[in-house]
T-cell receptor, first 113, second 114 residues
Framework: AQSVTQPDIHITVSEGASLELRCNYS??????LFWYVQSPGQGLQLLLK??????LVQGIKGFEAEFKRSQSSFNLRKPSVHWSDAAEYFC???????????FGTGTQLKVEL | KAGVTQTPRYLIKTRGQQVTLSCSPI?????VSWYQQTPGQGLQFLFE???????NKGNFPGRFSGRQFSNSRSEMNVSTLELGDSALYLC?????????????FGSGTQLSVL
């Protein structure tokens, strides 16, 4: 069965610093990979997705992610973090057909001013 | 265009009761999925509906059920509530049901079971 691991439960960065959130997946074939963000009291918003082609994917709000098949990873990056980026970030994989997503446990991002 | 609307926003029930949650997808979206979010288990897929048919089902007991109407609105029902059913229930919609579809999530219904 497919699975997603987000090794970092909490991450704290200073505003203006760079950010990298880690995501590892387990799946035999090429997965469909997503990053979602959830602000307190809100639903999830899609940041970016990967399903084929260029392994570097650009998303909204200045985020990007790189798919590395050899490492089974899909890490999320941002060159300069803003205070408004404080939220919980979820990596997810779609393999079961339709819109069935398997989510990681999430990484809570705190931004220090 | 209005987003995904979930009602009610908050709900308090007692053990043994049943509850019905409602989800109105974005206009034109035909696929609706439901997820349960808890601090312990994280986000877990419940089920997905497309054109009034259940396409996928997660690993939840039969107490959890759902349906979709001809206007794509969806409801989920939980019978014989247990304390462990306390969670944020999220609904997501998409145009169609596919592996690469962008899901639009509602703000959820926070269910507390006492």
């Amino acid at each position: 069965a497919q699975s997603v691991t987000q090794p970092d439960i909490h991450i704290t960065v200073s505003e203006g610093a760079s950010l990298e959130l880690r995501c590892n997946y387990s799946y035999g074939a090429t997965p469909y990979l997503f990053w979602y963000v959830q602000s307190p009291g809100q639903g999830l918003q899609l940041l970016l997705k990967y399903f084929s082609g260029d392994t570097l994917v650009q998303g909204i709000k200045g985020f990007e992610a790189e798919f590395k098949r050899s490492q089974s990873s899909f890490n999320l990056r941002k060159p300069s973090v803003h205070w408004s980026d404080a939220a919980e970030y979820f990596c997810a994989v779609s393999t079961g057909g339709g819109n069935k997503l398997t989510f990681g446990t999430g990484t809570q991002l705190k931004v220090e001013l | 265009k209005a987003g995904v609307t979930q009602t009610p926003r908050y709900l308090i029930k007692t053990r043994g009761q049943q509850v019905t949650l409602s989800c109105s997808p974005i206009s034109g979206h035909r696929s609706v999925s439901w997820y349960q979010q808890t601090p312990g288990q994280g986000l877990q897929f419940l089920f997905e509906y497309f054109s009034e048919t259940q396409r996928n089902k997660g690993n939840f007991p039969g107490r959890f059920s759902g349906r979709q109407f001809s206007n794509s609105r969806s409801e989920m029902n939980v019978s014989t509530l247990e304390l462990g059913d306390s969670a944020l229930y999220l609904c997501a919609s998409s145009l169609v049901a596919g592996l690469n579809e962008k899901l639009f999530f509602g703000s959820g219904t926070q269910l507390s079971v006492l």
